[in-house]
């Protein structure tokens, strides 16, 4: 007789809790906890065991208890960013409690008022990168924002440039701290072949931050992101040197014997004359870029400290063209534009930046720092180049004698463009931060005084002509008997001279809570405020800004986090200037509501630690001032106002796919808009109803208003894809491969002077691959006495744009007599092979 269901199902139900028993009885307890080298307690440390799901993490005071197995081997790992991770086996007798402590050793050198910074990045949306990644990121713009530009949230189009966008917003909504000193870019740059050297030296850094939005309170006044660099502070002696075709570098650090004085000193040449060589416009360039930079530490007691970082660079541009040829148009119209130029351009940008910094530790609990800087910049931007120009049909039948030759000339002219500007800026800054732990709580604070002095001194003008008439040409009616003479108008004309003194203040103060729930789950909260006034306006700005941070015991490889807050952006100097070159005295600061949620979740795969990470975000924007952006130009409509939005989410998977090394992958989904207030259009309609085109509204006998409403923003790239890798042959990691892969749908654009409305064209795609190959050729145990005095030298070659794609950054316009516009694509570089030998010792 069989048995019933309930027998079968009450003795799988007995087995179950019978060897549950069994599994049960064979556990141990562990618990301690975990402090940092100085003996601080340190909270939220991930603590797992290796191959299982089991793991904890520290409380705020830095205790741990985890369940172990008992009488068997286990690997356990203790974690922190910042920190040098611990692996360390142990084995636990059977129903015992034991006690294991545990230190954890800062894993970068830095200057002790730099190390509160650890601590937070578990709580912020903040990206910390290895400065090592940065010296062999194949790019032809090579440096700490080549390896940004990988990380979802961050858009680039332009691979002669180190300028980004993070977000929809422009390259002007970027903070940059280095030491915590902000650093300024140049303000008359307007291509990527005039950019010079970013102030960040990779070979200086020692460590990198950055947030893509909802950073705290501590971080200055603009809307999109933040990028903190820390450099080194030597223990020893050493340095590097490197060479290759698109300049060299030297680095040099040390200490003295007692190591109270430090010393880091890099210098650096660029020209990218060989890539210029790739672009259509033909000519002699002559871009020579050139920096020095120190930081000079010295520690005067136990609690004092101080350092000075110095740096100035010298940043020439010059160009004599000769002709231009390029190829656009479809498929069934082939088109070519040809260019004959007299004349030329010379660019000159002269920087100095410096800041004492110093640092008081009165106790193990209390830092306080005191920053004088100072930032100084005379710029100039002269160019006298006259174009002669033709448009003409290409022939493209393979079966015909002049297949690729212009067989029919679609407009002939001429342009004469001038420009004599020069821009002066200097700024004074001083400013005290302060930072204190107390029963699991961290105060910081700071308060900033600055003073701005600007003279821009712009004039620019334009002429065309199309077929010998001026343009722009009046539309005429045959027969009329009275055609329309205009005066002579120029193309565009810019004359202005302003000269601004400006004195802002700022304060900041926060606090972090740190909450354990009745689950044990951990909950972090740092809120705090930023106060802002400045005397231009008289305007004063209240920021407040929060981030929770959630840690689920139940399931430690995960962490939730929430941040909002306002963030506005006082112009300097660039928003404030009209189209015209004028000032807009009454203009009032951008403010953005940020949104975000974003969740990590640290995973095994192959056997080798991978993150996941994962950002929602909806960024409100008000008081927003529209722009425009040609290259890396950006012109504000500074007497218009905008509301504004950007939401989307970024995902992004990091971790040995090679083991030993890091890669990641990158997607980013955007959707940036605005709506400027008080634009409109008309469209107007013939006899029989049909709409007809602006330019002969003359003949419209029917009109209506339209209002355009949300418009993409200029930097409203919808899809991003970003890869970086890493590999070595198995058996010979002295031989690597580093390679790059950027992906962005095209950026809206629209034609010269014209409203916002009318730039909602989009851009081709950028589709870029960099790769390198990279060889250490120094053995140890080579018996050379010289080579063993080297760390590495490793010999780089470099492939740009492996697969030869041809990406526009901007256009021309050309307009022939009867104000037909033709939209000439201005192409980036083209595939460039680099060497590259660099050595460290």
């Avoid at 083991?659 to 259009?681: C, N, R």
């Avoid at 064209?761 to 006495?785: A, K, Q, T």
Wanted: hydrophobic share 35%; net charge neutral.
């Amino acid at each position: 007789m069989r048995r019933p269901w309930s027998y079968q199902i009450f003795g799988l139900i007995f087995l179950f809790c019978l060897l549950s028993t069994r599994g049960f009885a064979q556990t141990s307890q562990l618990e301690g906890v975990i402090t940092t080298d100085k003996g601080n307690p340190l909270p939220w440390v991930n603590i797992r065991i290796k191959s299982s799901n089991q793991g904890t993490v520290t409380d705020s005071v830095g205790f741990y208890r985890l369940t172990v197995p008992s009488n068997k081997r286990f690997l356990l790992s203790i974690s922190y960013v910042g920190y040098k991770s611990i692996d360390t086996a142990l084995i636990i007798p059977t129903n015992k409690k034991v006690i294991q402590n545990f230190r954890l050793i800062s894993e970068t050198t830095q200057l002790p008022s730099l190390e509160v910074r650890e601590q937070n990045l578990k709580l912020e949306n903040i990206t910390s990168l290895n400065p090592q990644n940065v010296l062999v990121t194949p790019a032809a713009s090579s440096g700490v924002e080549g390896l940004i530009k990988t990380l979802p949230g961050v858009t680039s189009n332009n691979e002669l440039s180190s300028e980004y966008s993070v977000r929809g917003g422009n390259y002007d909504e970027n903070l940059v701290y280095v030491n915590g000193i902000e650093i300024y870019r140049p303000f008359l740059v307007n291509t990527g072949q005039q950019e010079g050297l970013s102030f960040i030296n990779p070979d200086l850094v020692s460590k990198i931050d950055f947030s893509a939005g909802g950073f705290g309170v501590q971080y200055g006044d603009k809307m999109s992101s933040v990028l903190n660099i820390t450099y080194k502070h030597p223990e020893s002696t050493g340095g590097s040197v490197y060479l290759s075709l698109l300049g060299a570098g030297v680095s040099v650090q040390g200490t003295n014997k007692n190591h109270r004085f430090t010393y880091l000193i890099g210098s650096r040449y660029k020209t990218n004359r060989y890539l210029l060589g790739t672009l259509d416009t033909k000519g002699d360039y002559k871009p020579d870029f050139i920096d020095l930079q120190a930081l000079l530490t010295y520690q005067l007691s136990k609690k004092w400290d101080v350092s000075l970082l110095g740096y100035y660079s010298s940043n020439k541009y010059q160009i004599v063209p000769s002709s231009r040829e390029t190829d656009f148009g479809t498929a069934q119209q082939p088109l070519r534009f040809s260019v004959y130029f007299d004349g030329q351009e010379v660019d000159q940008y002269n920087l100095a930046q410096g800041g004492l910094t110093f640092n008081y530790h009165p106790n193990k609990s209390t830092t306080l720092n005191f920053i004088v800087s100072g930032y100084n910049t005379k710029e100039s931007e002269t160019y006298d180049i006259l174009g002669q120009y033709w448009i003409g049909e290409i022939n493209n039948e393979q079966t015909t004698m002049d297949e690729g030759q212009s067989v029919q000339t679609l407009g002939i002219g001429s342009f004469l463009r001038h420009a004599r500007d020069y821009f002066t800026a200097k700024v004074f800054t001083l400013q005290h931060n302060g930072s204190y732990f107390y029963n699991g709580h961290h105060l910081i604070w700071g308060v900033r005084y600055q003073h701005q002095f600007v003279d821009d001194q712009v004039r620019e003008w334009q002429v065309n002509d199309s077929t010998g008439y001026f343009l722009p040409n009046p539309i005429d009616i045959p027969g009329n008997l009275n055609p329309n003479r205009p005066d002579l108008n120029l193309y565009y004309f810019i004359s202005a001279h302003n000269i601004l003194s400006i004195n802002r203040f700022s304060a900041y103060a926060s606090n972090r809570w740190n909450f354990t729930l009745r689950n044990k789950s951990l909950l972090g909260l740092t809120a705090g405020a930023r106060f802002y006034y400045w005397d231009f306006t008289h305007e004063f700005l209240f920021s407040p800004r929060f981030n929770l941070a959630y840690f689920p015991t139940g399931n430690p490889s995960w962490t939730f986090r929430f941040a909002s807050g306002i963030y506005y952006q006082p112009p300097f100097y660039r928003e404030m200037r009209e189209m015209d070159g004028q000032i807009n005295h009454n203009i009032k600061s951008p403010r953005a509501i940020h949104f975000i949620l974003s969740g990590d979740h640290k995973l095994n795969i192959w056997d080798r630690p991978f993150l996941f990470t994962a950002e929602a975000y909806y960024k409100r924007m008000d008081r927003f001032i529209p722009y425009e952006v040609n290259n890396l130009q950006i012109r504000y409509f500074a007497s218009e106002v905008a509301k504004a939005y950007a939401t989307g989410i970024d995902f992004r998977l990091s971790g040995a796919f090679v083991k030993g090394i890091d890669s990641w992958i990158s997607l980013s989904f955007l959707k940036a808009a605005e709506d400027v207030q008080g634009d409109y259009y008309y469209n107007y309609y013939a006899q029989d109803g049909t709409q007809i085109p602006a330019s002969n509204h003359f003949q419209a006998v029917d009109s209506a208003k339209v209002s355009p409403g949300y418009i993409p923003l200029p930097m409203d790239s919808r899809m991003n894809v970003k890869i970086f890798f890493q590999d070595y042959i198995p058996g010979h990691k002295a031989f690597k491969v580093h390679l790059r892969l950027l992906f962005g749908t095209g950026l809206p654009f629209g034609p010269p002077q014209s409203q916002p409305y009318q730039q909602t064209l989009r851009m081709p795609d950028y589709r870029r691959v960099d790769v390198g190959f990279s060889w250490n050729l120094l053995h140890h145990e080579d018996e050379n006495i010289a080579l063993k005095k080297l760390k590495s030298l490793w010999v780089t070659l470099e492939v740009f744009n492996l697969f030869q794609v041809y990406n526009t950054v901007s256009y021309n316009w050309i307009t022939d007599v009867e104000n037909q516009n033709f939209a000439v694509p201005n192409y980036l570089t083209t595939r460039r092979v680099n060497l590259k030998v660099m050595i460290n010792f």
